[in-house]
């Protein structure tokens, strides 16, 4: 003989006779919305966790490299003073720039492990976006990547730290140009929607997966495509955007430009995340580990 299968317990006396199918939606649709935000508080700390390892990881670095970078510029730039034959003092300038770089390295990775408050000011977005793709010209030109742009009629003016604002706008514009093939276009364009400073950069270059996009304002993200993704420059838009208040989002689909949207309020904003602060699905963290900067 069979085993008999239970029955589904009734529901409320509203849903008593609804058939099983419908009963077990309805039992679901109570569950959707406290499971979300379990999910959501989840991802929160994670990304606390992810941000506090990675601030560890530059003061570490910081206090490990930074010595010995020092002496190695220190002595450099010695030798640069006695050094006469165009080859040396080439390669003793070289030492110094990489020097330097590594330096610049370490110090992007503490900002985005712990960005400091900005300093906030009246900022026209549109001016900003001009001198970002000024910025961002010989390397166009270099690759013959077009530029394609459209400015909004209305003033887009936001409470920003212009020099915050201005190097995400270049990360962005640089992120594009890279990914763009040669003899390619990128463009962007500025607009004002709903209390909100939209900055949007296109390219016609290779898109990326949904499991890319996951991981796009990860720094070093080893899975990048098509030059996306390279070393910090997507990571701290991704910071910049957060410590204004704002978000920043990457769109993909087959036979369309490939898009990414930098959000700024227009009026200044709480920094508690939210879910349109995310970041790939993260949401943000206001947790600021108290270490000294390298």
């Known amino acids: 003989m069979a085993p008999r299968i239970p029955s589904l317990p009734e529901a409320d006396e509203g849903h008593a006779r609804l058939p099983h199918e419908q ?3 309805a039992i679901l649709g109570t569950l959707r919305k406290p499971l979300l935000e379990l999910l959501k508080q989840e991802e929160s700390r994670l990304a606390d966790r ?14 490990e490299i930074n010595t010995p970078l020092a002496v190695i510029v220190g ?13 040396r ?14 330096h610049q390295l370490l110090r992007d990775l503490w900002f985005i492990a712990d ?18 793709w000024n910025e961002v010209q010989p390397l ?6 077009r530029l394609r742009r459209r400015l909004s009629s209305r003033q887009a003016t936001v409470p920003a730290d212009k020099k915050l604002l201005r190097q995400a706008l270049i990360e962005l514009l640089r992120n594009a140009v ?5 003899g390619g276009w990128v463009g962007y364009r500025v607009t004002v929607e709903d209390g909100w400073a939209v900055f949007t950069v296109l390219d016609n270059g290779p898109g990326f997966t949904e499991e890319q996009r996951e991981h796009l304002f990860d720094p070093f993200y080893s899975g990048r495509s098509a030059g996306r993704g390279k070393g910090l420059g997507l990571a701290k838009v991704w910071r910049i955007a957060q410590v204004h208040g704002g978000s920043v989002e990457a769109f993909s689909e087959p036979g369309q430009a490939t898009r990414f949207e930098l959000r700024i309020p227009l009026k200044r904003r709480s920094r508690t995340a939210t879910p349109s602060q995310s970041r790939n699905g993260h949401l943000p963290t206001t947790a600021k580990p108290n270490r000294r900067r390298p």
């Open 23 to 25: 009963l077990v939606e």
């Open 75 to 87: 002595e450099a730039q010695h030798l640069l003073k006695s050094e006469s034959l165009p080859e």
């Open 178 to 182: 890279q990914a763009a093939p040669s």
């Open 140 to 145: 166009a030109k270099s690759r013959r990547v």
């Open 89 to 102: 003092r080439h390669a003793l300038l070289k030492i110094v720039a990489k020097a330097k770089q590594i």
């Open 115 to 132: 960005a400091t408050k900005p300093v906030l000011a009246a900022a026209d977005l549109q001016t900003l976006a001009v001198e970002a």
């Open 50 to 63: 992810k941000l506090e390892s990675l601030a560890e990881l530059a003061a570490g670095a910081a206090h």
